[in-house]
């Protein structure tokens, strides 16, 4: 590196970074101050208030609903084991549903069933469906739980064909609906194995880390903004209104330029936008602990990144499209304001490495060196930030933070003129194209203008700035 790198006085100074990198980093320290605040401060407060709730009002019933479809025989037995166990330790009465489509899974839960022979307050019920789908099986079993009329204290936690509950996590969740009236759902702590090359996985556990930072950020609003479908817990009057049962169900978006369409994906982000409509609360308990076993869609790591990354971002933007038309009151100012930087920030997460690139070629090489250096002692900083949130860290975490950052950004930009497109990565189902014939060839030609013209504007401001 130059001297003049190091100089204070010198315009190439390390340490002078923009507006947009201030602005940057402060949202990242913000979340990161929130969620220290909460994980260390407050919850365990709201813990110990919980906990005395619990004994004024404990719920009446509870209800682990599982759905299942095309998940390996090894995993699908620890999963179902895991909730016939928890449903045993819980100490309520309980109901288990398995919501399933094939014949082999059933025959796996009876046997676990058979196996552990739980006493007469613990029943199962097992709903064989068409394979149409996750939001069908949702709303199968949902509507398996209206026909018990539960009362207003009765509990339900969805539960996913491959989240393995860790021991207590039932008890460690009922607490807080007692404590608090308006909370009508909660999500919890993440953890997974993954069935992957060393790059997969330790991206996803990345990703769970980040996740428990934010979400604990989040939930000092009492405003989580997803419920995870791999295990979040329900009031049962939430789940058995026939219109929550539809949002999930047929949930869709009426999008000026694409027309109407169905959610293929992201029933998670159909059930919290349900919620906030409804003015309901959300939250989320870090101890109470959850083990994924995720299963990659391809043995390459970037074909497998991309294609995860594409589904995530896509359902967190057709989210995004109409969340923020709830407005300040229903949201409030944190949610709101995170909201509408989700938009942003997929454009300000590529100007320093556009901005360095160009800089590079019109000024002096000598600038990517130094966005390069800068890049690599920050994200060495959020890594060991990380630290704080209970997850192991590991020395491939700054390159893949800035994986996320810039590979994210891009398929983010690509998916937000193509919210209309959607598959599963496990099931090779995709949504068919727009009946109408006009919409689909409208479609078709103005997603491409559209994206250019976009990034023009971007390549535009770069360049005259620079």
């Given at each position: 590196?130059?001297?003049?790198?190091?100089q204070?006085?010198h315009?190439?100074?390390?340490?002078?970074?923009?507006?947009i990198?201030?602005?940057?980093?402060?949202?990242?320290?913000?979340?990161?101050?929130?969620?220290?605040?909460?994980?260390?401060?407050?919850?365990?407060?709201?813990?110990?208030?919980?906990?005395?709730?619990l004994?004024?009002q404990?719920?009446?019933?509870?209800?682990?609903m599982?759905?299942?479809?095309?998940?390996?025989?090894?995993?699908?037995?620890?999963?179902?084991?895991?909730?016939?166990?928890?449903?045993?330790?819980?100490?309520?009465?309980?109901?288990?549903?398995?919501?399933?489509?094939?014949?082999?899974?059933?025959?796996?839960?009876?046997?676990?069933?058979?196996?552990?022979?739980?006493?007469e307050?613990?029943?199962?019920?097992?709903?064989?469906i068409?394979?149409?789908?996750?939001?069908?099986?949702?709303?199968?079993?949902?509507?398996t739980?209206?026909?018990?009329?539960?009362?207003?204290?009765?509990?339900?936690?969805?539960?996913d064909?491959?989240?393995?509950?860790?021991?207590g996590?039932v008890?460690?969740?009922?607490?807080y609906?007692?404590?608090?009236?308006?909370?009508?759902?909660?999500?919890t702590?993440?953890?997974?194995?993954?069935?992957?090359?060393?790059?997969?996985?330790?991206?996803?556990?990345?990703?769970?880390?980040q996740?428990?930072?934010?979400?604990?950020s989040?939930a000092?609003?009492?405003?989580?903004?997803t419920?995870?479908?791999?295990?979040s817990?329900?009031?049962?009057?939430?789940?058995?209104?026939?219109?929550?049962?539809?949002?999930?169900?047929k949930?869709?978006?009426?999008?000026?330029?694409?027309?109407?369409?169905?959610?293929?994906?992201?029933?998670?982000?159909?059930s919290w936008?349900s919620?906030?409509?409804?003015?309901?609360?959300?939250?989320?308990?870090?101890?109470?602990?959850?083990?994924?076993v995720?299963?990659?869609?391809?043995?390459?790591?970037?074909?497998?990144?991309?294609?995860?990354?594409?589904?995530w971002?896509?359902?967190?933007?057709?989210?995004?499209?109409?969340?923020?038309?709830?407005?300040?009151?229903?949201?409030?100012p944190m949610?709101?304001?995170?909201?509408?930087?989700?938009?942003?920030?997929?454009?300000?997460?590529?100007?320093?490495?556009?901005a360095?690139?160009?800089?590079?070629?019109?000024?002096?090489?000598?600038?990517?060196?130094?966005?390069?250096?800068?890049?690599?002692?920050?994200?060495?900083?959020?890594?060991?930030?990380?630290?704080?949130?209970?997850?192991?860290?590991?020395p491939?975490?700054?390159?893949?933070?800035?994986?996320?950052?810039?590979?994210?950004?891009?398929?983010?930009?690509?998916?937000?003129f193509?919210?209309?497109?959607?598959?599963?990565?496990r099931?090779?189902?995709?949504?068919k194209?727009h009946?109408?014939?006009?919409?689909?060839?409208?479609n078709?030609?103005?997603?491409?203008?559209?994206?250019?013209?976009a990034?023009?504007?971007?390549?535009?401001?770069?360049?005259?700035?620079?």
């Amino acid at each position: 590196m130059p001297p003049t790198v190091f100089q204070q006085d010198h315009p190439d100074y390390l340490l002078i970074i923009g507006a947009i990198g201030i602005w940057r980093y402060s949202v990242v320290i913000m979340h990161f101050i929130r969620g220290v605040i909460f994980l260390y401060i407050v919850f365990p407060i709201q813990r110990k208030q919980a906990l005395k709730a619990l004994e004024k009002q404990s719920p009446s019933h509870i209800y682990l609903m599982v759905t299942s479809f095309r998940i390996d025989a090894k995993t699908t037995a620890m999963v179902y084991k895991s909730i016939i166990e928890e449903a045993m330790c819980c100490g309520y009465p309980c109901t288990v549903i398995a919501s399933i489509v094939e014949s082999s899974d059933e025959l796996i839960f009876k046997l676990l069933w058979a196996e552990l022979e739980p006493d007469e307050s613990i029943k199962l019920r097992v709903v064989r469906i068409p394979g149409t789908g996750k939001r069908d099986g949702l709303a199968y079993g949902f509507r398996t739980i209206s026909r018990d009329m539960p009362d207003k204290t009765a509990l339900v936690a969805v539960v996913d064909g491959d989240t393995v509950l860790e021991k207590g996590v039932v008890k460690n969740c009922v607490p807080y609906f007692s404590l608090y009236p308006n909370i009508g759902a909660l999500t919890t702590n993440e953890f997974c194995d993954v069935l992957g090359s060393y790059w997969m996985s330790q991206w996803h556990k990345l990703r769970f880390s980040q996740r428990h930072i934010n979400m604990c950020s989040m939930a000092l609003s009492k405003r989580v903004l997803t419920l995870t479908g791999r295990m979040s817990m329900f009031r049962a009057e939430v789940v058995t209104h026939p219109a929550f049962i539809e949002d999930v169900e047929k949930d869709h978006l009426n999008h000026w330029r694409l027309g109407q369409f169905k959610f293929l994906t992201g029933d998670d982000k159909s059930s919290w936008f349900s919620l906030m409509r409804k003015g309901w609360d959300t939250y989320y308990v870090p101890d109470a602990i959850i083990n994924t076993v995720e299963h990659p869609p391809d043995k390459n790591f970037f074909r497998a990144s991309r294609q995860l990354m594409f589904r995530w971002y896509g359902n967190s933007l057709r989210q995004n499209s109409r969340a923020t038309g709830l407005g300040l009151s229903l949201l409030g100012p944190m949610t709101y304001y995170v909201l509408w930087d989700q938009r942003i920030s997929m454009w300000t997460s590529i100007f320093g490495l556009s901005a360095s690139i160009v800089a590079a070629f019109k000024y002096s090489p000598i600038y990517l060196v130094i966005y390069i250096l800068w890049i690599a002692i920050t994200r060495s900083v959020v890594t060991l930030m990380l630290l704080v949130s209970g997850h192991k860290i590991s020395p491939a975490f700054p390159l893949m933070l800035y994986f996320n950052q810039i590979v994210g950004s891009v398929l983010k930009i690509y998916v937000v003129f193509r919210l209309d497109r959607q598959s599963w990565t496990r099931q090779k189902t995709k949504l068919k194209a727009h009946e109408d014939p006009f919409q689909a060839k409208f479609n078709k030609f103005s997603t491409p203008i559209m994206t250019f013209s976009a990034v023009s504007i971007f390549t535009a401001m770069l360049l005259y700035i620079v």
